[in-house]
């Protein structure tokens, strides 16, 4: 019998689909845009150099200080680079290592709908119990009052997310200090996915569980290059915790990839030692994007509300159908060649909603293309 029945992603799904169609695929979230080319050649000088064998388990040492003097840089946290950053093949790797490392049989997570796929699995490969609590109906912000209602004396992990995937939500100050409170009040382990951290827009600010003291000494931060620097195929991020926590997440980190690519490694390393201010370009140039791909959809008959962040936008088609989004973003795919995320599959219990995730990573003649398409519907 199958511990994971039923989990093919729905990106792997859609993205077949779309392949298997031909159809434009906004569906998995990555740019069809080059990546910078200074660390593509980054890349090649390290395969050629020779560091093409295993790294350290917990990653370089070079890239975990320019990891943590990008966290100085722009979170204003000083971390320790031995002992409380682990490079890992992804955050997913990550997010998976921390909750096995942390959660027992028979223990309760919290996590808050919709969310991201790969969270439910690592839990109940763990042992223990997702606990779904809806996000808030519209702004998808934490509804605290029902997730404080939802702690029992078995909760042991809340995981969240922000910016948040699916929906483009952006957390407060207010939440992050709301969470703190819960996760010290209850002595809960909080799994924090902070992998958009550098897009966010209109003078919105990501803030991270490791600006907050008490939260930090609780928490796992997960990020990703791949994000950030457009290389999601490089599968390489980096987990942020306290050495007691850091070190637990070590213990099932070697036992499942060991290491990260070691050129990879390499390169994020020089790239970020020599142009350490590299993600301030990235809020102008996704919500130049995420802008273009809107206000073309203005006179569509589609509603939105613009993202606040991620590279993800959703849309609303109740004024074209009632059809259930997953049937709907099959039918688009195969008859209109445009795939999309259905969100109702990031729920345990789907509310009443018609929604669709569209991918804005995109050339401007792959957004113009995909707006065209979607105005006709």
């Not at 890992?88 to 996590?111: H, L, Q």
């Not at 922000?162 to 100050?173: E, F, I, L, Q, Y």
């Not at 550098?198 to 569980?209: A, K, N, P």
């Not at 004024?319 to 099959?330: G, N, W």
């Amino acid at each position: 019998m199958s511990k994971l029945p039923n989990t093919t992603t729905i990106f792997t799904t859609m993205s077949a689909l779309a392949q298997k169609t031909r159809a434009m695929n906004l569906s998995q979230g990555f740019p069809d845009f080059p990546a910078p080319e200074p660390l593509t050649e980054a890349l090649a000088r390290a395969t050629r150099s020779g560091l093409n064998q295993y790294a350290p388990m917990a990653g370089l040492s070079s890239l975990r200080e320019a990891i943590a003097a990008q966290l100085q840089r722009y979170r204003q946290v000083s971390v320790d680079p031995l002992d409380e950053i682990t490079v890992v093949p992804g955050a997913t790797e990550s997010i998976f290592c921390a909750v096995m490392a942390m959660v027992k049989s028979g223990d309760d997570v919290i996590v808050l709908d919709p969310h991201y796929d790969s969270y439910v699995p690592a839990i109940t490969l763990a042992g223990g119990r997702p606990v779904h609590v809806p996000l808030l109906p519209g702004s998808f912000l934490p509804d605290w009052q029902a997730i404080e209602a939802a702690v029992t004396p078995k909760t042991r992990m809340i995981v969240v997310n922000s910016p948040h995937n699916p929906t483009g939500a952006v957390w407060t100050d207010a939440d992050l200090r709301k969470l703190e409170q819960l996760a010290c009040e209850h002595q809960l382990w909080v799994c924090s996915d902070e992998v958009y951290e550098f897009l966010v827009y209109d003078e919105l600010e990501h803030r991270s569980v490791l600006q907050y003291p008490a939260l930090r000494a609780r928490s796992f931060a997960h990020f990703s290059f791949g994000k950030t620097f457009s290389v999601t195929g490089w599968k390489t991020g980096y987990c942020v915790a306290p050495p007691e926590l850091t070190r637990e997440l070590r213990k099932i980190h070697q036992f499942v990839t060991f290491v990260a690519a070691t050129p990879i490694q390499a390169a994020l390393a020089q790239f970020m030692q020599e142009h350490p201010t590299y993600p301030d370009l990235l809020r102008a140039q996704y919500q130049a994007r995420r802008d273009r791909f809107c206000s073309a959809l203005a006179q569509s008959r589609f509603q939105l509300t613009p993202s606040q962040g991620t590279y993800f936008q959703l849309l609303d088609y109740s004024a074209i159908c009632e059809d259930s989004d997953t049937a709907l973003s099959i039918e688009w795919t195969e008859s209109r060649g445009i795939a999309s995320i259905p969100v109702s599959v990031f729920y345990a219990q789907p509310p009443a909603q018609t929604l669709l995730r569209f991918c804005f990573a995109k050339t401007d003649e792959t957004l113009d293309a995909a707006t065209d398409i979607l105005c006709k519907i």
